[in-house]
């Protein structure tokens, strides 16, 4: 599976960035997708996932109410829709894909329960 992110770029705060991450190699419409960030210096962390049919969805508290994240399955894509953009909101954004249980309904949102990483996007927001 391999996992291309884009999307990403230089706005000023309050701007808005569209990120996109695109799945070839095996097909993921029946498992959760997630986007994750890392900043320089720190740890990184989760932001926001979906799952197989986009019926549940659930954010980071730092990015509820600012980002939407949605899913084409017919073009193998997820995207995150950034909003009101801050600096804090500067990273290198990674979607990543885990191939668990078909068709589950639980969102994830530890690292360590997505088995693919795409490989980030840079993400830089000025004040």
Request: proline share 2%; aromatic share 12%.
């Amino acid at each position: 599976v391999q996992l291309q992110a884009s999307g990403g770029g230089s706005v000023q705060a309050g701007g808005s960035l569209r990120l996109s991450c695109a799945a070839s190699g095996r097909t993921l419409s029946s498992y959760g997708m997630g986007w994750f960030r890392q900043a320089p210096g720190k740890e990184r962390e989760f932001v926001s996932a979906i799952t197989w049919n986009g019926g549940s969805r659930y954010y980071a508290d730092s990015v509820k109410g600012r980002f939407t994240i949605s899913r084409d399955n017919a073009k193998s894509t997820v995207y995150l829709q950034m909003n009101s953009l801050k600096p804090e909101d500067t990273a290198v954004y990674y979607c990543a894909a885990e191939v668990g249980p078909v068709h589950t309904m639980v969102v994830l949102t530890t690292l360590s329960e997505y088995d693919y990483w795409g490989q980030g996007t840079q993400v830089t927001v000025s004040s």
